[in-house]
């Protein structure tokens, strides 16, 4: 029965969650759930499982935009349909891992996604560049201070070679966040891409009692810059806020309460990055990623500076590192104060925390290196 | 068909070895004007380096409070086939495995009834369909109840789609049914996850192992990883096999040569505890002193392989920097066997959000909630004793809040007393 | 000319300073200043440093109770003019320090020094415990929550042992400060004795507004615990404060300001234990003592629980420590899980940090022992 | 002399193999009627498990503002010899050398004109007279600043007596001239303290090397401690001595038996950046990761010195928990010369406090008001460049406070030209 617009009670169904995980597991690995043995990359982007049952499953992984069409959906599919017997899923971080159980179709699969263009670049797996975790950015949002698509595509480009290779000394995970929100594990990245604004909202007072709740617009403040004002124009009053300039940083949570406080300013909007996190529990605890470059101006289409300062990063870091040293066990080895030096970045006074546990940053003991 | 918006800037996006978002995109702008116009957007805001969208009015389906992001266009003159244009999150299948049966419909209703443009898969770990009208909303919810069996996730002051690693459907570490936990979870809480009634979002992830591929621990209000109690199983004809260099290290992720793994620099050095010892023939670990990081499982997975009396550490808290700084999640219950029916998960989950929801203001995350009036209070609320495993360290402060039952008397003091004793 | 009390200002100095160091330098401290080449500790409390010039210099080191008598200051004196040509000087742990440039004279001085009770017990060198850095108690101040010089001796009675000997995994100081002002570096102590409240303060109504400042009262609470307050007894209204118990942390802060607010009882008051500080950059840096036990009454004269409870933590570590681990360096070796279970401390809830910083000291990863 | 006051609970204090300060109270009770009440008082509290001192009014020597600290007890009904009974600060020589000369002739004083008793010493470093009457305080001052050439030390809201190592007069590893620059703060500074006008107190400490024998890192406002830019000096026959055993590690501190160091396990692996190799000959050291721990030297006193290009790395704000939790000193200049006539650290110091008395609360010490305001802010008063040795870690949170000099037209907006390129 189709929809019924005029009836939108009509047969409907809520509630009812998403399909049942099991309904679209390949038979292979029904058959071999909790029961792999051990697995091998046997090349970048390939890797195969090996069950306690001898089965073996082949995982091809490519990475993806994300942002993608019915017409790219359409085309994975067809590739599943041809090698994967209609199986196909994604990693959780927006890579298509292709399954074949059957070894034979290994390499034509593979041959078939190297003849697409650049479409499917194989890769993603162990010590590589896997996808970039990133957001909405213009294509979508209403608060961001960068893109994320193109920069993602644009920072990807430059790294390709690091995409489909194990050359790193460890893995290493870039996301992007497109505002303070952060939405993506960003804060806990090898190297995070963060959208920032640099000038306070402008406030329009005639809005902002028709189009804002003022006592949740004042709460919003993490720095409590705002307070409530009447404003008078024109001889008429309007309640409104102030904001004290000297307090905003601009995290944009005040206009995400009320569209009355525009923040995003072409000339002031950037990218901040920020580097040595991790998430795994290996070897070290998880770690949250600290301020690397306080700011570089949004330069679209390709944001070349952005790009070249990660680059120099990785490749620092690449040069430099230990085996297994993800980017903040490198850096805590080597010192922040060798991490600027040798990235050749200049330390600023925004690098220095001024937050609220600021004092558990600041360096309490004479050991430091020259 | 010639496209209506020239985007001299997006096209340089077409360049690279990268897959083009733009590429795919213009080819679907041939036949969708919203994609077509969704370009043009798009370049003026790299004209302007400034977003053209408009915070998004209440839109969603009847008797939700979420799983719809209103979005308007903040230039309908320019850009009228995008001047309404919504997400609508759809709940993702646990482990994001698909038949592509069920992608080729939902990519028919959605190039009926959308943009034709999806996020696969949006952060949380949605299905990401970008962009449509009002008036579709009904009849694409319609559509994927009726037709694809799938429903709509998580957005507002509420559950939001609960998500997981690949686990034991393809890893070999998984302590956990990743699945069948989310599935569980998302089950059960389906009123939670479609309307609002929490101070703000709340988000589970669960990782089958302490890799954490699902990164739970940085970004879900509960975070539940697998791990182990017992001990690591060792191959130790396996471990030799690596030490001679008959295996690849590391299952290959830091290159494929056959080399002897120098086992002392590579795996103990490396483990936070150093609690192992090779003496060049066998593997010696004091499991006592392990806290199963993984490292030398990821580095010999041929040889070693997590315990078997395993279940979840769950830990709580973790968000994003809005508004009192970023959290990671914090141990509240070290050791939880996680069984079906999942009982004394589900008593623990509904103490905490009766908890939140009880003291949470408005827009307060449960991490902050419990930063703002202290873990004691978090940890009575939910019955779970103190535990070391919780803490890093011992405060080191000395404000301590004695708790007036242990002090004899309690506060109450003798001021006539104390004067007799003490002249003032 | 002596002090005339009618004409104070008669030949008045002010401002003098103290003398300048060098006046009481031993003449072979004069001469090898800065020349010192190497040190070596030839027997417990007695140090040899030897110069670029050739000279040797011993030091015997004596521990004392810091709370001393004239008779006590006259027999160092009768001992230093014996052996030392007049020289002496304390350490910065209250110890002396008995400095013989004639090794001649080095025997019998520690024979002399032996002969004489248990006035000058010799040792605090090395991997000792030395002295108990601490404050005034009951012998002079007006806060304290505890004695010092009682808990001290007590104290340093049962480790005796451990102060004329190098037989710990290194060096072990023991601090103790009887209120949480914190008199000393109890705060970076391997072991620290801190005297706690655990009643929040009465309040003398009647009493405030004649000898306390309100403003500076309610300013001093930390917590912001205090409020004015108007109260009326038998028909006067007094200016007074209202104090929150919920949200006192007991910290004496606002008796300081205010002596009508008495916080001293014997009920309530009594010792908190805190483990692995240091001060030193060696190996590690600088580290805060944390919380071990939260309360233990006072029992005076000699505290026996507090005694056996440091001395139970002392060797639990001595016996599981290795060469060099202070002990708050074992004790992040080992994790708190294994100090609790090691020590057979119950672990509480005022042991999980619930101050300003406390988010930091949460455990945020899976990493632990069981 | 029989003692007026029974004390049964003090009298357990001296048995014992530790030095009794009640046996020694009461050897001078008999002849000092104080020292007796004093014992009585302190059986009291030992009765009462509370303190009997009351806060001490403002008593002092005419023109000062600190060094005495006032006391009354209150019960002078029992005990009216302590009825009074004020602690003297006398600010001790730099390293605390005495001759007995100097010594005896304060003991003369004391005895006549107090209670006969010491703090040898207090914590912050002065010499305390424990106990005296208010009548007494100007003749104490007389004989002090005449006979023997001494002062008063601080309290109050004012410079605190500062205090250093023993350093160069007894150290082989002393960086600084301790006493100097101790005796230089002290002479330069006494009006700052003997007279209060700090918002609180002021506390300098020096240690000469990074061990940090006087504990300056913990409890001192300004904490200097010495370090050097260049290389350790090794004296690799020495080195190979200690591996051969024929040296006593640690200079004995861990046992004086002869044992082959274990210079891999004792040394290389203890070293916090592992910045050394031993090649079984030679001991190698990259002193560019060095972070100059004295570790090593500490370990071989006779083979390693740290170098010869000396200095201080000054560090500020550290103090006990009052208000707002404890602190440990922060690195600000990472490295300083420090030779007389000292005038780049005096600009420093007073830049510091002209900051600090501009906008510190009244009770707020240096390290707080840092917290309060900012370390840029700091840094800016006194002048610094940022550095990373400042830093354990840059900021994690993206707080930033921007300057708006460095942003294109600073703060100010365009809101007619940004509703021209967005409708609302
Ligand atoms: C497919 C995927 C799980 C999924 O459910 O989709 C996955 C799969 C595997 N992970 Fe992962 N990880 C996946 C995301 C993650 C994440 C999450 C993230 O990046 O957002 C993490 C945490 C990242 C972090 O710490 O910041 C993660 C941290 C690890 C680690 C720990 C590495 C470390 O040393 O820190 C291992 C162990 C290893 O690689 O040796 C691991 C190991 C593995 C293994 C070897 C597990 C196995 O035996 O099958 C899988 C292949 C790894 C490879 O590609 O080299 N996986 N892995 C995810 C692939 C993402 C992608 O497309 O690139
Ligand atoms: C679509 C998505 C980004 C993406 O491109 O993938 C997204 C998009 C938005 N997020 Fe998010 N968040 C998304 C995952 C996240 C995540 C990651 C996660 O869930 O694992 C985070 C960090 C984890 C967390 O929850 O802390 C995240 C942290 C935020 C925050 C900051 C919350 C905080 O407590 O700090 C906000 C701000 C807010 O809630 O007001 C936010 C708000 C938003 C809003 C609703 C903007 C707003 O204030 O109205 C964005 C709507 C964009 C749009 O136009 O569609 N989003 N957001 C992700 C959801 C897709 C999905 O359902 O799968
Ligand atoms: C005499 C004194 C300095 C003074 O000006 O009075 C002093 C003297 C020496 N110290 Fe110290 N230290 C003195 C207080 C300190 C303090 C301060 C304190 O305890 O309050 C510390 C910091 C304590 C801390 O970290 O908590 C201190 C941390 C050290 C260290 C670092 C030890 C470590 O591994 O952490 C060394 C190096 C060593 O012992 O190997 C050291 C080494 C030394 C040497 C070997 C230096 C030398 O070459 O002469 C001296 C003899 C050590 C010994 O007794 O074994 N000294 N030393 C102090 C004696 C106090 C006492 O009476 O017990
Ligand atoms: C005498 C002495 C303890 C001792 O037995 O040695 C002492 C005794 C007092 N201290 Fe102290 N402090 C003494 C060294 C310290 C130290 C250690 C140091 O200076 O190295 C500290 C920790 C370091 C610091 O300054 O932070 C210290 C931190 C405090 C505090 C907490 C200050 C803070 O900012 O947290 C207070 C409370 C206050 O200032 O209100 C305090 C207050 C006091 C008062 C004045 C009590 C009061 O509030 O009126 C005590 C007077 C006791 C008396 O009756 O004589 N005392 N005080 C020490 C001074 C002797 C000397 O001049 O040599
Ligand atoms: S990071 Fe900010 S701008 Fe980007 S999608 Fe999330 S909320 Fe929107
Ligand atoms: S942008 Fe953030 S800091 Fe600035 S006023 Fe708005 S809410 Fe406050
Ligand atoms: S988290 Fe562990 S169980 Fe899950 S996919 Fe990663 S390695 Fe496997
Ligand atoms: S899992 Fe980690 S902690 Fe445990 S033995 Fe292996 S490396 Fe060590
Ligand atoms: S620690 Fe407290 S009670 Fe003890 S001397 Fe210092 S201020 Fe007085
Ligand atoms: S004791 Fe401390 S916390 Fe309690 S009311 Fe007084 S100042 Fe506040
Ligand atoms: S701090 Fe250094 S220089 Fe000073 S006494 Fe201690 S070891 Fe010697
Ligand atoms: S001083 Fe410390 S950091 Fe430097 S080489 Fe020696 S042990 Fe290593």
Not at chain 1, 27 to 41: A, D, F, R, S, T
Not at chain 1, 80 to 85: F, G, T, W
Not at chain 1, 121 to 135: E, K, L, Q, R
Request: glycine share 8%; hydrophobic share 35%; net charge neutral.
């Amino acid at each position: 029965m189709p929809f019924d617009p005029k009836d939108i009670m009509k047969d409907r169904l809520t509630d009812i969650g998403p399909p049942k995980y099991d309904k679209f597991f390949p038979p292979i690995v029904k058959k071999n759930y909790g029961k792999w043995k051990y697995h091998e990359i046997i090349q970048p982007g390939v890797l195969v499982h090996v069950s306690e049952t001898g089965d073996e499953l082949y995982s091809v992984r490519v990475g993806t935009p994300r942002l993608v069409s019915v017409d790219y959906i359409r085309e994975v599919c067809d590739i599943a349909d041809k090698y994967c017997d209609g199986y196909v899923r994604w990693t959780t971080r927006n890579n298509i891992e292709f399954l074949v159980s059957d070894k034979s179709k290994l390499q034509p699969l593979i041959d078939d996604l190297k003849s697409r263009g650049n479409w499917f670049p194989i890769g993603g797996t162990g010590a590589s560049v896997t996808n970039i975790v990133h957001t909405q950015g213009w294509v979508h949002c209403h608060t961001p201070a960068i893109d994320a698509s193109g920069i993602v595509k644009a920072v990807m480009d430059e790294l390709f070679e690091y995409f489909g290779s194990h050359k790193l000394p460890a893995q290493v995970r870039i996301s992007l966040a497109c505002c303070l929100n952060m939405c993506g594990a960003v804060h806990c990245s090898d190297i995070a891409i963060l959208g920032v604004h640099r000038k306070p909202p402008f406030i329009e007072h005639e809005r902002v009692q028709n189009v804002c709740e003022i006592p949740l617009v004042i709460a919003a403040c993490p720095t409590a810059a705002i307070k409530p004002k009447k404003v008078e124009i024109d001889g008429k009053e309007y309640k409104s806020v102030e904001i004290n300039n000297a307090r905003c940083m601009f995290c944009g949570n005040c206009y995400t309460m009320c569209p009355a406080l525009p923040i995003a300013d072409g000339d002031g909007d950037g990218i901040a990055l920020w580097v040595g996190g991790k998430v795994s529990n290996s070897r070290v605890p998880p770690m949250f990623s600290k301020l690397a470059v306080p700011y570089i101006p949004n330069e679209p289409p390709r944001w070349p500076t952005v790009v070249q300062a990660v680059k120099k990063i990785l490749e620092t870091y690449a040069s430099d590192a230990r085996r297994y040293e993800r980017i903040g066990e490198w850096i805590n080895r080597i010192g922040w104060e060798k991490f600027f030096e040798k990235t050749g970045i200049e330390f600023r006074h925004e690098h220095i925390d001024d937050y609220r546990l600021a004092m558990t940053t600041w360096r309490t003991t004479t050991q430091f290196k020259w | 068909m010639a496209l209506k918006h020239q985007t001299p800037m997006l096209d340089e996006l077409t360049k690279g070895p990268w897959p083009s978002f733009v590429a795919d995109i213009k080819r679907v702008a041939e036949r969708k004007p919203q994609c077509d116009d969704l370009l043009g957007l798009l370049e003026l805001s790299y004209k302007d380096k400034e977003g053209h969208w408009k915070h998004g009015g209440i839109v969603g389906v009847f008797g939700y409070g979420g799983g719809v992001i209103g979005r308007y266009c903040d230039r309908p003159d320019l850009f009228p086939n995008v001047a309404h244009f919504h997400t609508m999150r759809v709940n993702q299948p646990a482990s994001k495995f698909y038949t592509t049966d069920v992608l080729r419909k939902l990519c028919d209703i959605w190039e009926e009834k959308g943009s034709g443009l999806f996020n696969f898969h949006g952060s949380t770990g949605d299905i990401i369909l970008l962009g449509t009208t009002t008036d579709q909303l009904e009849p694409v919810f319609y559509d994927l109840t009726h037709e694809l069996g799938m429903d709509l996730g998580g957005s507002g002051s509420n559950m939001r789609t609960p998500s997981c690693c690949v686990g034991r459907a393809r890893c070999e570490w998984s302590c956990l049914d990743t699945q069948d936990i989310t599935y569980d979870i998302t089950m059960r809480y389906q009123d939670e996850l479609h309307r609002p009634m929490f101070p703000y979002k709340f988000k589970f992830k669960v990782s089958g192992c302490p890799n954490d591929c699902v990164a739970a621990i940085a970004r879900a209000d509960c975070s539940i990883i697998g791990t182990w109690r017992d001990n690591i199983r060792i191959d130790q004809e396996a471990v030799r096999a690596y030490v001679a260099g008959e295996l690849v290290p590391n299952g290959g992720a830091h290159g494929f040569e056959k080399r002897p793994l120098d086992i002392q620099a590579e795996v103990i050095d490396k483990c936070p505890t150093r609690c192992m010892k090779w003496d060049g023939k066998n593997l010696k670990i004091w499991d006592e002193d392990c806290v199963r990081c993984m490292h030398c499982i990821n580095v010999m997975p041929r040889a070693l392989r997590p315990g078997e009396d395993v279940g979840a550490t769950i830990l709580v808290g973790a968000k994003a920097p809005i508004l009192e700084g970023a959290q990671l999640s914090s141990v509240i219950i070290p050791f939880m066997k996680m069984e079906p029916p999942y009982e004394e998960f589900h008593e623990f989950v509904e103490k905490m959000w009766d908890w939140w929801m009880e003291h949470g203001k408005n827009r307060e995350r449960l991490g902050e909630l419990i930063q703002r009036l202290g873990l004691r209070e978090f940890l009575k609320a939910v019955g779970v004793k103190p535990d070391p495993r919780m803490i890093n360290t011992p405060r080191y402060n000395p404000y301590i809040f004695y708790d007036p039952a242990d002090v004899p008397g309690g506060w109450e003091r003798d001021p006539v007393a104390y004067r007799q004793r003490h002249q003032p």
